[in-house]
């Protein structure tokens, strides 16, 4: 019996021992993880261009891009060189913006800054073209706004102000401050 007692004690001290060696060699063990910067995107996209359609399969907006930066973490997604072209709910008219920088958000509003256009395919239009420094675009709704200075040009005039509001789908346009009109004069 003490043989057999001493051979038990043995085998338990050696599995012991093997298995605190392995516990051991794990824990020595490096674990690398990935982690991201908060400030990288989680895709960019390059030469980018995408179609919108509304539930009755009608066209609502087109965007193409020189780069896209989509940021997961707050639903945010960056653009260089955007060109946006808005399809008016009563099929009036196509209006094209173009910028240099823009940022989409999960609230679908398009926010344009650096030299920001909005050009519109119908040249009869009382306004054809519109340029600012930021326009804000409501895309669910197609309204433009911004608190910026801007410029309006018209077939015979050019205006200046601020504080614009415009509705795509109905093409009203509401200029909060007027600052100046020059008329061109025709040659009779």
């Known amino acids: 019996m003490n043989r057999l007692h001493s051979i038990s004690t043995i085998i338990f001290i050696i599995s012991l021992s093997v298995y605190g060696y392995m516990q051991w060699q794990q824990s020595n063990e490096t674990i690398v993880q990935v982690v991201k910067p ?112 801007i410029l309006l040009k018209g077939k015979d005039f050019t205006m200046y102000g601020s504080g614009l509001n415009v509705d795509i789908n109905s093409t009203k346009m509401t200029l909060n401050e007027h600052v100046q009109t020059i008329y061109k004069k025709h040659a009779s």
């Open 38 to 149: 908060k400030d990288e995107p989680d895709f960019i996209a390059t030469a980018l261009s995408s179609s919108q359609y509304d539930e009755m399969g009608n066209l609502t907006h087109t965007i193409s891009a020189e780069k896209m930066s989509h940021y997961l973490n707050n639903t945010e997604t960056l653009f260089q060189a955007p060109k946006y072209t808005l399809y008016p709910k009563n099929g009036s008219a196509v209006w094209h913006l173009s910028a240099n920088q823009g940022r989409l958000g999960e609230d679908n509003i398009l926010l344009l800054n650096d030299r920001v256009r909005l050009i519109s395919e119908d040249k009869t239009n009382f306004i054809s073209e519109i340029h600012g420094k930021s326009l804000n675009v409501d895309l669910t709704n197609n309204i433009i706004t911004s608190e910026q200075t």
